[in-house]
């Protein structure tokens, strides 16, 4: 088997894709890539669909050696990747010779990162799907978390795939990792179960991510919302983004991992359109909420989806350099060389 | 139980059509005829739909979402008019069960603290016809209404940092089996040799809402028997 291997593991890096769709009603958490934006563009630039699977960085990147060639791409928080000792762009399709070394030397900017590789990382599907479910131990590689001595597998690489190298995200659309950010959210379903007025005390406060977040979800702390009565209510099912309060009034965003239900309040739920803007939240980062009517919430996130699916289409066309490719030997180290003719 | 449906909006892309607030049978049937109604709509849009306790989650395609449809077909459904045509025939299943020795750490315990005698809270038990409302919060854990509220008992003071996959348990007046190891903290009175969540199987949930179940007590003979089979499909 062909493959990238773990050297060491980061801090929580996981095999994802876009998550297990259809199995919410057997209790299966979708999980899935944090931050869609991100994993999606990074397997656009090295000609992969967006579904394929990528591994999820957070905060501490693992070092990878790489046993095969590769042609990959990091995206999402600047971690400072570098390839055996010198920088490498993030948003950019980058090839990797066999006994390279992927490290990173620490975070900058944003919490997750996303490194797709050409055809895809090859770990098993479980249900359609090729993310983690650390839960319930399954999915990506052997349903855990990446450690020392894992070995990814990947697709052998062809000429075709080698194209790749030099696909580039315009920087205009590569986001500035805030630590204030504003997140747009629909209000409701439980309002009633608040006192009057929480709606705008959870609108004028700023809520400060605290260190208790992950996967699962992320807790915030701010202005307590108070409840009517009791904070729980019975079990029903969750989306992600859904924001629940418990008895203590601060709120928590349920993202991918979470259960599929949950018996506390929810006070509103964050767009679809801006879950990838949580995903790079990290411990001391702020938030202030804004709310949105239910056609607003719909018009920003077509408009959202419908900007990602224009980003595809102009990744997906790159122009690989004319010309033919040739493999040269140089002082006994191979390279890829792409050969153009000069016209005129 | 709801006169009509209420719609709750779960952000932009979710949509729960509530049918009541409290867990009862009337609205188990309703909520099962609203989940075949809605299947027969094949709406390409629809991704998801999970019933619950209170009503059925729907989960859209924001770039394919037709809310003119939906909203066209919901009107249509009348919730008197299906609680008034309630059927009452659910799939049941029976879960084999080895209560107590080693498989059931807390059937004392549930003993002591209800007043029963052991064989008292295994007959009790296995007496029960339990009605599956949802299945949520780990994967193949069963939300089941209908334990006698004589066991009701208290969840552990201290979790238990692990519990087996297949633990039966009571935890207040619900009861419940544990389909995945998890540390939780409830009363375990026994074990199924049965694979409540298997991801390679079609239907990865044994139990699914609509279900009836019923507990079988059975020796630790045929509990190993019945587990070794289980572990080769």
Redesign the interface.
Known sequence: MIGIRVEQQGLMTTIQDLGR????????SQTGSLDTYAASIANWLVGNEEQSAVMEMTIIGPVLKFETEVIFSLCGANLQPVLNGEPIPNWTAVQAQVGDVLSFLGKVTGSRTYMAVSGGFQTPL??GSRST?V????GGHEGRPLKKGDLLPVMSLNLEAKAWTGNRLDPSLQPQYESEVQIA??P??HLDRFVEGVLEVFCASPYKVTTLCDRMGFRLAGTPLTHKAAAD???????I??IQVPGDGQPIILMNDA???GGYT?IA????SELHKIAQLGSGDVIQFVPLS?EE??T???TY??SLESIKKELLAWQRPLGKAFTVKVNGKSYSVYVEEVKG | MHTDLKL???????L?LVVT???EKEALVVIQALSQYIDLQEWSFL?????????L?L?FD??Q?R?DLVMTALSQFSLKGEAAKAITDFKEIEIPVCYGLQYGPDLEKVATHTGLSVEEVISKHTEGVYLVY????????A?MGGMDETLSTPRLEQPRLKIEAGAVGIAGQQTGIY??E?PGGWNIIGQTPLRL?A?ERE???LL??GMTVRFKSVTEAVFLDLKQKAGDC
């Not at chain 1, 739920?269 to 679809?272: A, E, F, G």
């Not at chain 2, 709750?8 to 979710?14: K, L, M, P, R, S």
Request: aromatic letters at 8%; a positive charge; glycine letters at 12%.
């Open positions: 769709v259809g199995h919410r009603a057997a209790g299966i479980v249900l479910h839960k319930a131990g399954m959210m629909l409701g379903p209510l019975l079990s029903e099912p969750n989306q983004g859904s259960g599929t239900t929810k739920t964050v767009l679809q239910i919430a719909r920003r996130s077509v989806f419908k | 709750e909006w779960n952000g932009e892309a979710c729960s607030d409290k867990i991704t998801e739909r999970v019933p619950s306790y209170s009503g989650t989960y924001i770039l979402l809310e949802m299945i949520g919060f780990m994967p193949g854990f939300y389909p995945l998890s969540f991801p239907k990865p949930s699914e809402a």
